[in-house]
């Protein structure tokens, strides 16, 4: 009896040091357009965000984390390719017509393709804009097995939108056709990013779920998201491009917007509570890797009142700004086996350390080329943390913009495309979180560190020219 109880202890710890060492499920969240302020964990007070605030409850919030950039596309190759956008690929918003956007080159490497060489099942469901179905850019062809939802960013301006993509399948939404309105798309995304937990429980996997709430349009089924906001707040409604037959490309009108974007946060709210309930069902909730963030800032299209919610909490701007409220947004991570639940990081971090940081996680091969640094010590509660000298945006609408986190610093130069040695601007963010007060005067060493800065930390780009 003793041997057979001894036996079983053996049995029982090989099965736990076998889970120990199991490599990790790790899941993406990218919400669209959301602003540090637009949660709960981070001060929303107009609605709230419970299953979201569940990551932070379980794991580690952090307060000075950043997007790629201050829009889609150059934010999301930022992130795949674990570089800031004065070396990305992909450094702005460039339409392909019909369908698509400018693709990432055959040469560029992802983190994806990293880790599906690892041995990760991957896969992608939600907003693509990195390249069309068939290019070098196709989310087949950097890194994810599979893919469903949005590849044109332009297309999903429509919630309900007349197809999606499955893989190299265009699957029509049976219904839409811009004047009725029948599939409500992130729902359907939604049901394959479910099905995806279900499918590969067993890991590891990557999931990466680029979900298009809250961006713009503003719209949701009638139900009981919005029922629970309907007529709670002063509207101005939005006069918009409204589906039927000459429906544009454009935003539809909404009546209720702020009940609206409410709803929709809400909608998403519930999406990220049923991700983590599937993980639980299956067992995996314990040792897999669950970041939530935005892609920028929040936005000002279709009807949407940042202002209102304070969606861009204490900070200046919104997405399209190099202001920290264009590009300062929520992370928050959750590995319970790892991270101490409940815990806060001041570490200054941007999306371009995710690549590194998720590649040593699981154990598979670095990038080529990166200006990330991993950020796992910091998750970890360590003090061997390595810090950025700097960080680096740059924009490539309205004239051209540059931005630099330095430190307790930030530095601002506009209109940088008309005028290379346009005046910088430079903002102590301890004392000034609003960039309301410019201090280039006072430090000229600062302005000459930022004016290197801004040379140095780029490469010139043929597809997306600043000088």
């Not at 055959?106 to 393709?113: L, S």
Request: aromatic share 10%; hydrophobic share 35%.
């Amino acid at each position: 009896m003793k041997r057979l109880s001894f036996v079983f202890g053996l049995l029982l710890l090989a099965v736990y040091a076998f889970g120990q060492s199991k490599k990790p499920n790790i899941i993406l969240i990218l919400a669209d357009d959301l602003g540090y302020g637009d949660l709960s964990a981070y001060g929303q007070e107009k609605f709230s965000t419970p299953n979201i605030d569940r990551i932070a409850a379980k794991g580690m919030l952090f307060t000075d984390f950043y997007a790629g950039a201050p829009v889609c596309a150059p934010s999301r190759a930022a992130l795949l390719q674990g570089q800031h956008t004065g070396h990305t690929y992909i450094r702005g918003n460039k339409e392909i017509q019909p369908e698509g956007q400018e693709p990432l080159a055959a040469d560029v490497q992802t983190f994806a393709q990293l880790l599906q060489q690892a041995g990760y099942r991957t896969g992608a469901f939600g907003k693509w804009g990195l390249g069309m179905v068939g290019t070098t850019g196709d989310p087949l062809n950097k890194g994810f097995d599979e893919f469903y939802g949005y590849n044109c960013q332009r297309q999903s301006h429509r919630y309900y939108p007349t197809h999606l993509w499955d893989n190299d399948k265009r699957i029509p939404m049976q219904g839409n056709d811009l004047t009725n309105r029948v599939v409500y798309v992130p729902d359907s995304i939604q049901a394959k990013t479910l099905t995806f937990i279900h499918t590969y429980k067993d890991g590891p996997y990557f999931l990466f779920v680029p979900t298009v709430l809250p961006h713009a349009e503003l719209i949701v089924p009638a139900g009981e998201e919005l029922a629970m906001f309907a007529g709670k707040f002063p509207e101005k409604p939005f006069k918009g491009s409204d589906y039927g037959p000459n429906a544009g490309p454009g935003y539809t009108s909404q009546r209720q917007p702020r009940a609206t974007f409410a709803a929709m946060m809400t909608l998403l709210d519930i999406h990220v509570g049923q991700i983590l309930d599937a993980l639980e069902e299956e067992g995996v909730l314990e040792n897999t890797v669950v970041i939530f963030t935005s892609d920028n800032g929040s936005h000002l299209e279709g009807g949407a009142d940042p202002d209102f919610f304070k969606s861009s909490g204490p900070f200046r701007g919104n997405k399209r700004d190099v202001y920290e409220g264009g590009v300062r947004v929520p992370m928050l991570v959750q590995w319970p086996a790892s991270i101490e639940a409940g815990s806060k990081s001041r570490h200054v971090s941007a999306f371009w350390d995710i690549a590194p940081t998720l590649l040593e996680i699981a154990g598979a091969k670095k990038l080529d080329k990166t200006d990330g640094i991993s950020f796992l010590p910091a998750l970890k509660g360590k003090e061997n943390q390595r810090n950025h000298d700097y960080l680096y945006w740059e924009f490539h609408e309205q004239g051209g913009k540059q931005g630099i986190r330095m430190g307790d610093y930030k530095a601002i130069r506009l209109k940088a495309k008309d005028n290379p040695d346009a005046p910088i601007a430079i903002y102590h963010l301890p004392t000034d979180i609003n960039e309301q007060h410019n201090i280039a005067d006072k430090h000229p060493e600062l302005v000459e560190k930022a004016k290197k800065i801004m040379t140095e930390a780029r490469t010139e780009s043929a597809l997306f020219p600043f000088q």
